[in-house]
């Protein structure tokens, strides 16, 4: 059970939630312990994928953390709470309501290399404290911006509307880099066309490689685990590594790299790789002109080695 579980994340629970549920799967079916953690966090009020990584699976965490996520979200127009989402109360209103045509003008500007301010209410740490602590709490503070990538922001719906027609609310769909925090991109929108707003619907559909199309409910988690069959639903912890170049090794040398020693006399293309001992994942290993040397070692066995 080294690998990916692909979690299609309801209203309600948040992220830990649903690594704990997946924790309970794996005692119900009795698979043992293994380590369990996400590749992304979801709000309470988001939906849609949610890797959960399963063993030396979760070595990659990280990675899926830094990746491009994509997602459909709603805003609503004319209210802004203070979380920037359904959950919070109204703090400022307007009676403007935008055209589709000024939506579209208005999201070239927010399409590449921009500047964002977080929600008040997010995680980032204000001073060694956690912002929605700080805001629960009443206090005021300032959040720097941060430089995020919005590689593409179009229109999903209304596909009926007229271009003169003033919407209540508009979907669209966004690629973005990590650190995008949608609810602030809502914000931002809605101001630049001269109201405000916030979302009413978040829908991640991708989390770098992985889509809704793997994708499990917590009720499948629950089917599959009570049939001992949660192993129909894992993807292979290469499943995470599309992006990564495999570098075939011999088994000396995937003794070598699990020793944690460096190699040179090994063609590969300069960067990060993926040894491979046949079809047993070793190491992320980085090369250059002269030597490979391991990043991060996988502790699975070779079918030679059972």
């Given at each position: 059970m080294h690998g990916w579980l692909i979690i299609d994340k309801p209203l309600g629970p948040g992220s830990t939630d649903i690594v704990s549920a997946v924790k309970r799967a794996l005692k119900a079916g009795s698979y043992g312990k293994y380590k369990v953690g996400h590749g992304g966090t979801l709000d309470p009020l988001a939906t849609g994928v949610l890797p959960v990584a399963l063993g030396e699976a979760?070595?990659?965490?990280?990675?899926?953390?830094?990746?491009?996520?994509?997602?459909?979200?709603?805003?609503?127009?004319?209210?802004?709470?203070?979380?920037?989402?359904?959950?919070?109360?109204?703090?400022?209103?307007?009676?403007?309501?935008?055209?589709r045509a000024a939506i579209e003008a208005a999201l070239v500007g927010f399409t590449g290399p921009i500047e964002q301010v977080p929600p008040a209410y997010s995680a980032l740490k204000i001073d060694g404290e956690r912002a929605y602590d700080r805001a629960r709490a009443g206090e005021t503070f300032d959040i720097k911006t941060r430089p995020v990538t919005i590689h593409r922001l179009v229109v999903q719906a209304p596909a009926d509307s007229g271009e003169g027609d003033e919407l209540p609310e508009i979907t669209l769909s966004a690629t973005v880099s990590k650190g995008t925090y949608i609810r602030s991109l809502a914000r931002d929108i809605a101001l630049a066309l001269g109201t405000v707003g916030h979302v009413t619907m978040l829908r991640r559909t991708k989390a770098g490689p992985f889509t809704l199309e793997p994708a499990i409910s917590l009720d499948k988690l629950d089917e599959l685990a009570k049939a001992r069959r949660l192993e129909t639903a894992l993807l292979p912890l290469t499943a995470g590594l599309d992006d990564i170049p495999a570098l075939s090794v011999t088994p000396d040398q995937a003794h070598a790299f699990?020793?944690?020693?460096?190699?040179?006399?090994?063609?590969?293309?300069?960067?990060?790789?993926?040894?491979?001992?046949?079809?047993?994942?070793?190491?992320?290993?980085?090369?250059?002109?002269?030597?490979?040397?391991?990043?991060?070692?996988?502790?699975?066995?070779?079918?030679?080695?059972?």
């Open positions: 979760t070595k990659l965490s990280g990675r899926m953390l830094d990746a491009d996520k994509a997602y459909d979200f709603t805003i609503g127009f004319g209210i802004q709470t203070d979380t920037l989402d359904a959950e919070g109360k109204a703090v400022a209103t307007s009676d403007v309501r935008p055209t699990r020793q944690g020693r460096r190699l040179t006399g090994i063609a590969a293309p300069t960067g990060l790789n993926l040894a491979i001992e046949g079809e047993t994942p070793v190491a992320l290993v980085e090369a250059d002109d002269h030597e490979v040397w391991v990043v991060r070692g996988f502790n699975l066995m070779s079918k030679e080695d059972i």
